[in-house]
Each structure stands twice: as C-alpha cells, then as structure tokens.
C-alpha cells in the first residue's frame, strides 16, 4: 500500500534553495525551533521532518530523504550544528514511512 501510494507523487514543479524559501517547511515549527532554549530540540527537529514529509505528500511531490535531511541540516546551520553527527536521512527515512502509514 505504501508503495503505491508513493508511486503517486509524481510532482516536480517545485523547488528551493533551503528551509527559508520551502513551500513544505512550516515556518511556525521553525520559529518554535529557533526559540527553544532548554530542551526539546530533537522531538521539535523530528516534528518539523514530519511537518515536510506530510507537507510535500500532500502535494503530492516524491520528497526523498536526502531533501529533508539538507532541509534540516540547513536550519541547524543557523541554531547551532547539534546535528552534525546524526543520521538525519535514516531519520528522515522515518518520518516519511510514518506519514505514508498515517495517511
């Protein structure tokens, strides 16, 4: 089923440059993002790779992993470089799975 439902998104008249200029990037997760200053950084950085891969599902645009992990590690350039030794793709990998099982 997952399969199938994404050999349906077949959409590629968008693009971007990074996470500012992203039609799939919320901007109010990122505002949340860059405000957190105890914790919460990994759980609002996973939400905001759901946020795109939901986002970009929607629209039906065949996000890849490697987008979305370029995505957020182009907003941890800007908040820090906590991400640097993480598997943002493995991650991202996920959170696309975990749309296509939601949807």
């Known amino acids: 089923i997952i399969e199938h439902r994404k050999s349906k998104s077949v959409n ?3 693009k971007w440059t ?3 200029d992203c039609e799939f990037v919320s ?3 990122v ?3 860059m405000n957190l200053s105890t914790s919460g950084w990994y759980h609002t950085m996973y939400r905001i790779m759901v946020s795109i891969a939901a986002n970009a599902i929607r629209k039906q645009y065949p ?3 490697h987008e979305i992990a370029t ?3 182009d907003l941890d350039n800007d908040t ?3 991400y640097d030794n993480r598997p943002l793709e493995k991650e991202a990998e996920r959170a696309i799975e ?3 099982r939601s949807i």
Do not use: A, S
């Open 27 to 29: 901007k109010e997760l």
């Open 63 to 65: 996000i890849t992993p």
């Open 98 to 100: 975990f749309v296509y």
């Open 80 to 82: 820090g470089q906590w």
């Open 18 to 20: 990074g996470y500012r």
């Open 12 to 14: 590629q008249d968008y």
């Open 71 to 73: 995505l957020c590690k």
């Open 31 to 33: 505002t949340e993002y």
